[in-house]
T-cell receptor, first 117, second 115 residues
Framework: AQTVTQSQPEMSVQEAETVTLSCTYDTSESDYYLFWYKQPPSRQMILVIR??????QNATENRFSVNFQKAAKSFSLKISDSQLGDAAMYFC??????????????FGKGITLSVRP | SAVISQKPSRDICQRGTSLTIQCQVDSQVTMMFWYRQQPGQSLTLIAT?????????ESGFVIDKFPISRPNLTFSTLTVSNMSPEDSSIYLC????????????FGPGTRLLVL
């Protein structure tokens, strides 16, 4: 079974600065997907970024980028130019390449990010 | 991505009663999922809602406690039966479908408090 570990429960960043959120995972599969989701106080789960394991290029979405290290099974999220609206809980998630019932997401415990004005 | 709605958005219920949560999507989707998020915790998958067949439940979740329906490709319900305070959680549905690139999108969640 796959596991996802987010070892930092909380982090804080100054507005306009850069912060990196860590995530490691364990799997025996060679192809899979990795995600970062954001959950603000409204509790809505919002997709931040997505990475296919077979792609060597790191995914980017505006101010958000990942550092995907497949051999190390590491998948960190970098937020540049942090904004007050980035304050939220961030979850790292793993999805098998398989479809059907195996397409469930396995989540890490999450990290609470606060942004200081 | 999909537009997903859930009803109710929140509710306060008495122990021993049941609550049915609805999840509606604006387009046909292949997969629908139900997750539970207990206070201060991460998300845990309850079951995968299969259209036209029985839901597939994860270990620790049973149909008698969490019956699920999926009558068509845009709608699903989750019932939390015989509730106890331990069922107080946020319940989220998510969807994945053709064209979504194996990505799940979530509804806004239902916040349930059981007294």
């Amino acid at each position: 079974a796959q596991t996802v570990t987010q070892s930092q429960p909380e982090m804080s960043v100054q507005e306009a600065e850069t912060v990196t959120l860590s995530c490691t995972y364990d799997t025996s599969e060679s192809d899979y997907y990795l995600f970062w989701y954001k959950q603000p106080p409204s509790r809505q789960m919002i997709l931040v970024i997505r990475q296919e394991a077979y792609k060597q290029q790191n995914a980017t979405e505006n101010r958000f980028s990942v550092n995907f290290q497949k051999a190390a099974k590491s998948f960190s999220l970098k937020i540049s130019d942090s904004q007050l609206g980035d304050a939220a809980m961030y979850f790292c998630a793993y999805r098998s390449l398989n479809t059907g019932a195996n397409s469930k997401l396995t989540f890490g415990k999450g990290i609470t990010l606060s942004v200081r004005p | 991505s999909a537009v997903i709605s859930q009803k109710p958005s929140r509710d306060i219920c008495q122990r021993g009663t049941s609550l049915t949560i609805q999840c509606q999507v604006d387009s046909q989707v292949t997969m629908m999922f139900w997750y539970r998020q207990q206070p201060g915790q991460s998300l845990t998958l309850i079951a995968t809602a299969n259209q036209g067949s029985e839901a597939t439940y994860e270990s620790g979740f049973v149909i008698d406690k969490f019956p699920i329906s999926r009558p068509n490709l845009t709608f699903s319900t989750l019932t939390v039966s015989n509730m106890s305070p331990e069922d107080s959680s946020i319940y989220l549905c998510s969807v994945e479908g053709q064209g979504y690139q194996e990505t799940q999108y979530f509804g806004p969640g239902t916040r349930l408090l059981v007294l």
